[in-house]
């Protein structure tokens, strides 16, 4: 029940991210159909372009049309490509991706190591370089530590490029070396994010009854911490991961306008620069959903790896 709740709380804040951004493209400045035809473009082009796109027609018939549009798949058309819109996000979705999981990979895997080491050594210079690091690296700017990647790694020091992508069939060894960097500079905050909470789980899981339990049994240091402390603390860490996904997406806005890769971020842009109406709300009901989804799987997620999420669901079944 608790579930079907969720998922009936999302489809409302689906309709209505889906009602703002509608009438949000509407209400900025100037004519659409100027900024789809141009400045110079006659009265007869003018009216084409507003009766093609419904733009003549009320502002609650339209958003009901656009509503029967998006249930049928249909996005509309770009008129920066002239293509359909759910081509265009779907030529983008795959690179950004790609880019998310290799940034996630390296977030989780140095996340969990720092928040391992920061915790057990709590008190020590271990633990307080490593807390620094990630607070830095919360502190640091996407846009400015992209740069900064770029003039170390591709120039002062040139061993991997500074921009652009190269798929995967064209040239393999291209593909992942363009990815590196990129994927450092998404990764970096979502790091220190994990790490902080890896950190903050370990302390609470090192205090509980089951750990001194294992301890007075005599398992070994190591076998306390991984298959005990870190094991429970693990289910905090992957709902951070779930919950901060929406935080990556916004990151990949920036990364990729920084490397120049042609993803789902850099389609963001394009949309807002152009002013193409038709992909800004594509682009935006795709970002809406894949958001709220990801909290509603997280969620679930949650309440499987969490035996007391289960039991408090059952009880207010």
Same mark, same amino acid.
């Given at each position: 029940?608790?579930?079907?709740?969720?998922?009936?709380?999302?489809?409302?804040?689906?309709?209505?991210?889906?009602?703002?951004?509608?009438?949000?493209?509407?209400?900025?400045?100037? /004519?659409? !159909?100027?900024?789809?035809?141009?400045?110079?473009?006659?009265?007869?082009?003018?009216?084409?372009?507003?009766?093609?796109?419904?733009?003549?027609?009320?502002?609650?018939?339209?958003?009901?049309?656009?509503?029967?549009?998006?249930?049928?798949?249909?996005?509309?058309?770009?008129?920066?490509?002239?293509?359909?819109?759910?081509?265009?996000?779907?030529?983008?979705?795959?690179?950004?991706?790609?880019?998310?999981?290799? !940034?996630?990979?390296?977030?989780?895997?140095?996340?969990?190591?720092?928040?391992?080491?920061?915790?057990?050594?709590?008190?020590?210079?271990?633990?307080?370089?490593?807390?620094?690091?990630?607070? $830095?690296?919360?502190?640091?700017?996407?846009?400015?530590?992209?740069?900064?990647?770029?003039?170390?790694?591709?120039?002062?020091?040139?061993?991997?490029?500074?921009?652009?992508?190269?798929?995967? /069939?064209?040239?393999?060894?291209?593909?992942?070396?363009?990815?590196?960097?990129?994927?450092?500079?998404?990764?970096?905050?979502?790091?220190?994010?994990?790490? +902080?909470?890896?950190?903050?789980?370990?302390?609470?899981?090192?205090?509980?009854?089951?750990? +001194?339990?294992? $301890?007075? *049994?005599?398992?070994?240091?190591?076998?306390?911490?991984? *298959?005990?402390?870190?094991?429970?603390?693990?289910?905090?860490?992957?709902?951070?991961?779930?919950?901060?996904?929406?935080?990556?997406? !916004?990151?990949?806005?920036?990364?990729?306008?920084?490397?120049?890769?042609?993803?789902?971020? *850099?389609?963001?842009? /394009?949309?807002?620069?152009?002013? /193409?109406?038709?992909?800004?709300?594509?682009?935006?009901?795709?970002?809406?959903?894949?958001?709220?989804?990801?909290?509603?799987?997280?969620?679930?997620?949650?309440?499987?790896?969490?035996?007391?999420?289960?039991?408090?669901?059952?009880?207010?079944?």
């Amino acid at each position: 029940m608790r579930f079907l709740a969720r998922a009936g709380s999302a489809l409302i804040t689906l309709l209505i991210a889906v009602a703002v951004v509608f009438l949000g493209v509407r209400a900025l400045p100037g /004519d659409p !159909a100027v900024a789809l035809v141009g400045q110079e473009g006659d009265p007869a082009a003018l009216e084409a372009v507003r009766q093609q796109y419904g733009l003549d027609l009320p502002i609650t018939v339209q958003f009901v049309k656009y509503l029967e549009q998006i249930v049928t798949g249909n996005l509309g058309t770009s008129v920066r490509t002239g293509m359909p819109v759910s081509e265009v996000i779907a030529g983008a979705i795959p690179v950004t991706l790609e880019l998310a999981v290799v !940034a996630i990979s390296v977030a989780v895997a140095i996340g969990v190591t720092t928040g391992v080491i920061a915790a057990l050594g709590r008190g020590k210079a271990t633990g307080w370089l490593v807390s620094v690091g990630a607070l $830095i690296g919360l502190s640091i700017p996407a846009f400015w530590l992209g740069i900064m990647a770029i003039l170390v790694f591709a120039i002062m020091i040139p061993i991997l490029p500074a921009s652009g992508f190269v798929p995967i /069939d064209v040239d393999p060894v291209a593909h992942v070396t363009h990815l590196v960097l990129p994927a450092l500079v998404l990764g970096s905050a979502f790091a220190a994010v994990i790490m +902080r909470q890896t950190r903050a789980a370990m302390l609470e899981a090192l205090t509980t009854d089951y750990v +001194r339990t294992a $301890i007075a *049994k005599g398992l070994s240091r190591r076998q306390v911490v991984v *298959k005990h402390a870190l094991r429970n603390s693990l289910v905090v860490v992957a709902t951070v991961v779930g919950l901060q996904l929406g935080t990556l997406i !916004a990151g990949a806005v920036v990364t990729e306008q920084v490397f120049v890769i042609p993803g789902f971020g *850099k389609l963001m842009i /394009d949309a807002v620069t152009t002013r /193409d109406y038709p992909l800004i709300q594509g682009v935006v009901l795709i970002t809406a959903t894949a958001y709220i989804v990801i909290n509603l799987l997280t969620d679930l997620l949650y309440s499987l790896l969490d035996p007391r999420m289960r039991i408090m669901s059952g009880g207010s079944a």
